[in-house]
């Protein structure tokens, strides 16, 4: 693209070539003139490349912060579940700790890990999870129909729940894996 303050400069130029001797000061003073106006428009340029130039540096500098910023709250929120679930971890290793000859040990086993469950759930709920309903009719955004039986109950609905589903906040982390009732099967109906 050629500069429109150079195009000037240059036709004024090409008639002072071949101009009368008369005209060198009217032609020299609109020469200087564009010549001032080009060098302005020059150093405006040069202004403009600078700041474009600085805002693009700025730019690329918040981009990374951002990026370490995200990697710090990563790294927080993970030592932060981390910490909370350590004392869970203990009170698994005492449950496999206790002495299977003893004559209560199983029922002191049984209660060990169901404490761990509670409180392992309990660290759960706080972070935010969830258990899918798994009540009523099947819905598709949240369940998964691994089977269809027929059943007595409404078809659609939720016979069984193979394994539960959970929701973290708004999202589901995993649908829960259920029986879906299919309509009854009429006694008959394969017999001619």
Do not use: C, W
């Given at each position: 693209?050629m ?5 000037q400069l ?7 070539d071949h101009?009368?001797?008369?005209q ?15 060098a ?9 490349l ?35 679930l350590l ?6 290793e005492?449950?496999l ?22 409180q ?27 089977l ?7 078809e ?31 006694a ?5």
């Amino acid at each position: 693209m050629m500069d429109p303050a150079r195009e000037q400069l240059d036709e004024v130029q090409e008639p002072v070539d071949h101009a009368s001797a008369s005209q060198p000061v009217r032609d020299s003073n609109a020469r200087s003139a564009l010549e001032e106006r080009l060098a302005a428009a020059e150093a405006e340029a040069e202004g403009h490349l600078n700041d474009l130039k600085r805002v693009a540096a700025e730019f690329e500098n918040y981009r990374k912060r951002i990026a370490r910023e995200q990697e710090s709250l990563s790294a927080r929120a993970a030592e932060r579940l981390v910490k909370e679930l350590l004392p869970i971890v203990d009170d698994l290793e005492r449950a496999l700790e206790v002495d299977a000859k003893a004559p209560s040990a199983e029922g002191k086993l049984e209660d060990g890990v169901r404490l761990v469950h509670r409180q392992l759930a309990s660290v759960l709920e706080r972070e935010g999870l969830a258990e899918i309903e798994t009540n009523g009719k099947f819905d598709p955004h949240v369940h998964e129909a691994l089977l269809s039986q027929p059943s007595d109950a409404e078809e659609g609905s939720v016979v069984e729940v193979l394994q539960k589903g959970y929701r973290l906040g708004d999202r589901v982390l995993r649908p829960a894996r259920v029986v879906v009732a299919a309509a009854k099967e009429e006694a008959g109906a394969g017999d001619d």
